[in-house]
């Protein structure tokens, strides 16, 4: 049974959906999901890179790429990527992004099932989709596909405010509470609290000592642009059609009312690499 974790951004009411109508949620709207999430700080490409020990060449193996947000990036620094996107229509977007690219591959298949053709990758690299896949399995299965000594790369990427954070993520709970009680409204974590998936890896057994970056970043946001990432959420679609246009319609009332017209949203990016066995 597949055990979830936080990932996306906000996955409050995700219980309501099964985790595969979950994964899929994202390919529904492949364009808006491309223009909406943003991209990782460059420095979280730096630090894979050392920590890894990737240089040009280097064959790396991308679960859940999505629309290549943190694609370009890898294939920028001159490594050979091979993405496994579940979704068909994120995966027909990556291509097209990449397609100045020749040496990236996206392959639109299920990893869980999907086998290499030649294994011995130098690393195995997640952004914000590791948590979609069975932990035995995911952890089992990059190992098997990676060469001794080549690495697992995890990014977790989390909503956090930190001390001098938007007072807005305080405030907007009102908003959530009116339509969807929950005892999970509550506002986000301060960087500092935010937990890492150090422990885990080592009890997987199949990986060494783990590395662990953390790196911060502000995005500021529109009223409607705030809804467009929202709309990128698992958790949100997790609500239903009314609880959730209901959700927008107070959500973006209330940042329009604001003096700017704005808020400032936290992400906190969580990198972990481990060398395998």
Do not use: C
Not at 30 to 50: G, H, W
Not at 63 to 85: D, K, N, S, W, Y
Not at 109 to 118: M, V
Not at 247 to 252: A, C, G, K, Y
């Amino acid at each position: 049974m597949r055990r979830r974790r936080p990932g996306d951004g906000d996955d409050r009411g995700a219980a309501e959906l099964s985790d595969r109508s979950l994964r899929e949620t994202f390919d529904a709207f492949p364009e808006a999901y491309d223009r909406a999430r943003p991209t990782y700080p460059a420095a979280v490409f730096d630090d894979l890179a050392s920590l890894a020990r990737l240089g040009p060449g280097a064959r790396v193996l991308e679960i859940g790429p999505g629309t290549g947000q943190a694609t370009q990036p890898l294939a920028e620094r001159g490594f050979r990527v091979t993405g496994i996107e579940l979704g068909a229509g994120l995966a027909a977007v990556a291509r097209r992004k990449l397609a100045a690219f020749p040496e990236v591959e996206i392959v639109n298949a299920d990893f869980e099932t999907w086998e290499a053709a030649e294994a011995g990758f130098d690393a195995v690299v997640a952004f914000t989709a590791f948590h979609w896949i069975d932990p035995e399995l995911a952890f089992e299965k990059s190992a098997r596909l990676l060469r001794r000594g080549g690495a697992l790369a995890v990014v977790a990427t989390s909503h956090v405010l930190p001390e001098e954070g938007d007072p807005f993520f305080v405030e907007v709970q009102e908003e959530y509470e009116a339509i969807a009680p929950s005892e999970a409204n509550v506002p986000p974590p301060r960087p500092e609290d935010a937990s890492d998936l150090r422990a885990e890896i080592l009890a997987s057994g199949f990986f060494g000592a783990v590395e662990v970056r953390r790196h911060s970043w502000d995005v500021t946001y529109t009223a409607d642009e705030y809804i467009a990432v929202l709309e990128t959420y698992s958790g949100h679609h997790a609500y239903g059609d009314k609880a959730r246009e209901l959700l927008n319609e107070r959500i973006h009332r209330r940042i329009s009312a604001r003096p700017a017209g704005t808020v400032r949203k936290s992400y906190l990016a969580t990198l972990h690499v481990a060398p395998r066995l």
